[in-house]
C-alpha cells in the first residue's frame, strides 16, 4: 500500500497524558499536513511541512501541541496534558509541490482520539 | 474556523437523481478539490481544480471551478446507493501557498 498511513488508528486516554501520533506520507512527497475534524465538521488545519520546515501553524495549535517532521519524511503530532476538548479524528495529509502549483492533498485513514 | 460556505448541508435523493453542491469563500482561490469521506476514514480525492472556469469529470462525477474564483460546483449524475456519504470542498487562497479551507460538508443520503 502506497497511500499515507497513520499510527494508531484509535487511541482512548485520560486526561492530562500525553499522546503521540505518527503519519506516514506518500513516498517522495514533501509536503505533510495534520488537520484536526469533529463530528459534522470539515477538517480544520493545524500545520503543515515542506520537507522538515515547518512552514505555517495554525492559531488551533495551542503550545500543548507540537509537530515534527526529523527527516523530510514521517511525521509525528503530540499533544501533552490532553483534554476532552481535544477529542476528536487527526488527519495527515502530503502531496508533491510541483513547479506549476499544483497540489492535490492525499489523506491517511485518521487517528480517533478519545479523552476520558 | 472554516471560512469556505459549503451547501446545502445535507441531500436526500432517490437512486437515479443528479446531486448538486456547491462552496462559495470571501477570497480568490488559486485551487479547488473535492473529497469524500465515509464514517470513520480519511477524506479521498475526487477532483481538482487550478484554473478559472476550469470544468473536470471523474466518472460520473463533474465540478467546475468559478468563474470569480470565489466559488466551485460539483454534481453527480445518476446517483446509485454507494454515493452515499459526506462530500468535502477544500480551497486554497492565493495568499496561501500551502494551507487549505474546508467546507463544512454535505451530507449525500441516497435511497433505492
Known amino acids: 500500500d502506497t497511500g499515507v498511513s497513520q499510527d494508531p488508528r484509535h487511541k482512548i486516554t485520560k486526561r492530562g497524558q500525553n499522546v503521540t501520533f505518527r503519519c506516514d506520507p506518500i513516498?517522495?512527497?514533501?509536503?505533510l499536513y495534520w488537520y484536526r475534524q469533529t463530528l459534522g465538521q470539515g477538517p480544520e488545519f493545524l500545520t503543515y511541512f515542506q520537507n522538515e520546515a515547518q512552514l505555517e501553524k495554525s492559531r488551533l495549535l495551542s503550545d500543548r501541541f507540537s509537530a515534527e517532521r526529523p527527516k523530510g519524511s514521517f511525521s509525528t503530532l503530540e499533544i501533552q496534558r490532553t483534554e476532552q476538548g481535544d477529542s476528536a479524528m487527526y488527519l495527515c495529509?502530503?502531496?508533491?509541490?510541483?513547479?506549476?502549483?499544483?497540489?492535490?492533498?492525499?489523506f491517511g485513514p485518521g487517528t480517533r482520539l478519545t479523552v476520558l | 474556523g472554516q471560512q469556505l460556505n459549503q451547501s446545502p448541508q445535507s441531500m436526500f435523493i432517490q437512486e437515479g437523481e443528479d446531486v448538486s453542491m456547491n462552496c462559495t469563500s470571501s477570497?480568490?482561490?488559486?485551487?479547488w478539490l473535492w473529497y469524500k469521506q465515509d464514517p470513520g476514514e480519511g477524506p479521498v480525492l475526487l477532483i481538482a481544480l487550478y484554473k478559472a472556469g476550469e470544468l473536470t469529470s471523474n466518472g460520473r462525477l463533474t465540478a467546475q471551478f468559478g468563474i470569480t474564483r470565489k466559488d466551485s460546483f460539483l454534481n453527480i449524475s445518476a446517483s446509485i446507493p454507494s454515493d452515499v456519504g459526506i462530500y468535502f470542498c477544500?480551497?486554497?487562497?492565493?495568499?496561501?501557498?500551502?494551507?487549505?479551507?474546508f467546507g463544512a460538508g454535505t451530507q449525500v443520503v441516497v435511497t433505492p
Open positions: 513516498s517522495e512527497h514533501n509536503r
Open positions: 477570497s480568490i482561490f488559486n485551487t
Open positions: 495529509a502530503s502531496s508533491l509541490r510541483s513547479g506549476e502549483g499544483y497540489n492535490e492533498q492525499f
Open positions: 477544500a480551497g486554497r487562497s492565493t495568499d496561501s501557498w500551502g494551507k487549505f479551507q
